[in-house]
């Protein structure tokens, strides 16, 4: 087998400063991400993902301990029986995690859920109105990282729907 022949040097042309101009956009583009991630930490919200916190994800979990997944329960007009909420746009026009981190201001004033039940009676007019709204948690043992048995649903904050 022939060796290659050698490869011609590189030219090796000086290092040219960066003009005002490039500079300047660079410098503002990186003040802009550093407020956005500012005001994403400060007020703990996920509006400006991947700028800011993102509250379902920011917590470690024990293995061992358990694990707590925040849900919606409601009971409709004519009916006694809870039926689960999924979060989401389509549904209650909001996602879990802005529920969970706002949920010391909805315990505190119960009437927050009112914008919930408004957004899923908008956002589903042919199914019966919403008497009551419920943020539980189903709380789950966990053994070695995984769930054991069924969760236990803790019910955190009720909002009795006046009509």
Known sequence: MR???????????P?????????AWRLG?????????LIGQVHHT???FPFGAVAMFAQ???????ADDTCLEATQEGSDEPVTIPFGRGSVGIQRSDVESSLA???ADPSRLQALVDARERL????????SL?????????????????PERIALVTWEVPR
């Open 3 to 13: 060796p290659s022949p050698p490869r011609p040097p590189r030219s090796a042309e």
């Open 15 to 23: 290092a040219r400063a960066m003009r005002p101009a490039s500079l």
């Open 29 to 37: 583009l990186s003040a802009v991400v550093a407020v956005i991630l």
């Open 46 to 48: 996920d509006e400006y």
């Open 60 to 66: 470690a979990r024990d293995p061992e301990g358990t």
């Open 105 to 107: 201001a909805i315990r």
């Open 124 to 131: 589903h007019p042919d199914e019966p109105p919403l008497t």
């Open 134 to 150: 419920t943020v539980c948690v189903d709380r789950y043992t966990m053994r070695r990282g995984g769930p054991v048995g069924p």
